[in-house]
């Protein structure tokens, strides 16, 4: 078996999800680091039940409904445009120091990007952080309208690279992936 490609998850993997921090921190002091981590937890929960119901939402709209459940929760009121500042980070994440250098060192061989994200906040997040440049494809599992880690998300990667799954080496930070 010979590695054909590499193909990494976005947030968490290649982007700090906990950079989002910076933002939470300026709009809700002292509960800055809270929101974040609860804001993960249900992005990821939601992402899981909508799968399971048969209940597709983008992960745009997801992450919207995680940060006012988890604001909620914690007792905060958020005006729109706090919500608007705190949502746009995640078109601005932090790449995590050594994934260019790693993506730089892995050159040679097809590189994408498999994501919950969908295709617009990831495209924009290509943009932002000057990331995609680096990458042969970022896919979105938009497609089948269905989270990793649900089969026919993975499937994406050998319909769009041509590469039979044997011979792709997927990279992740998530257990479940």
């Known amino acids: 078996m010979a590695i054909e490609a590499f193909v990494f998850d976005a947030y ?4 700090d999800v906990q950079s989002v921090s910076q933002i939470t921190n300026i709009e809700f002091p002292q509960h800055g680091e809270l929101i974040t981590q609860v804001w993960r937890l249900k992005q990821l929960e939601y992402t899981w039940l909508r799968t399971l ?3 597709y939402k ?3 709209e997801i992450s919207e409904d995680a940060l006012i459940f988890t604001l909620n929760a914690i007792g905060q009121e958020a005006s729109p445009a706090q919500i608007e500042r ?6 601005n994440l932090d790449p995590y120091p050594d994934a260019i250098d790693a993506l730089t060192a892995l050159k040679g061989v097809p590189l994408a990007i498999l994501s919950n994200g969908n295709q617009e906040a990831l495209d924009a997040l290509m943009q932002n952080t000057g990331l995609g440049k680096h990458l042969d494809a970022v896919i979105s599992i938009d497609k089948v309208r269905k989270f990793k880690p649900h089969p026919e998300a993975y499937e994406l990667v050998e319909a769009r690279l ?4 044997e011979n792709v080496m997927f990279v992740s930070s998530n257990a479940f992936d």
């Open 12 to 15: 968490g993997t290649l982007f």
């Open 53 to 55: 119901m048969h209940s």
């Open 58 to 60: 983008s992960f745009w």
């Open 86 to 91: 705190i949502m746009d980070k995640y078109l």
């Open 162 to 165: 041509n590469v039979k799954p």
